[in-house]
């Protein structure tokens, strides 16, 4: 996941009147606040846009206000949210021994390589879904965009997984 998520809305809007609502409650009765989020107003496309960008940290907090709200409007984004911002992911190729030295080949010239390697496994359905990537304590992981490499050498093996947005 990365640091912030960011919502652009623009000035004036229902959203941003509801998520200026939910921010602007200050420390609540969990003594949770926003206190690494960013919001900021910037001129974008020749239009004036709130920037909210919530730290992962307190994507909860945001969530949790969301659903107490309880409107029509409050639940959607809640649910956007909750979607978008915590993928799935989903296993394209585990590679292993002999298997997985063409891979370890391509490795040992640039990661990149061996991402375009084990992409080629990558059929567009994914079985093996988890809410995090498969990695173990000693494991090296490399994202690129929504592709994570996984590898050990020690242990010889290498996997691919995909980050997996509901729609």
């Not at 309880?70 to 296993?91: F, L, M, N, V």
């Not at 080629?120 to 809410?131: N, P």
Request: net charge negative; glycine share 6%; charged share 30%.
């Amino acid at each position: 996941m990365k640091e912030f998520f960011e919502i652009t809305c623009p000035v004036n809007s229902e959203d941003i009147k509801m998520f200026m609502d939910v921010v602007n409650l200050g420390i609540d009765g969990h003594l949770e606040a926003f206190t690494k989020s960013i919001f900021e107003t910037k001129l974008v496309d020749g239009f004036v846009r709130h920037i909210l960008k919530f730290h992962r940290d307190e994507l909860h907090i945001l969530l949790r206000r969301l659903r107490e709200l309880d409107t029509e409007q409050s639940q959607q984004w809640a649910e956007d949210i909750q979607r978008y911002a915590y993928p799935k992911y989903g296993r394209i190729v585990f590679l292993q021994g002999e298997e997985a030295q063409e891979a370890f080949d391509e490795l040992m010239c640039n990661w990149e390589d061996a991402i375009i390697y084990l992409k080629q496994w990558d059929q567009g359905e994914y079985h093996d879904i988890h809410d995090e990537p498969a990695a173990g304590t000693a494991d090296k992981v490399v994202q690129d965009g929504e592709y994570i490499l996984t590898y050990n050498t020690a242990l010889d093996y290498i996997g691919l997984e995909i980050e997996i947005y509901d729609d």
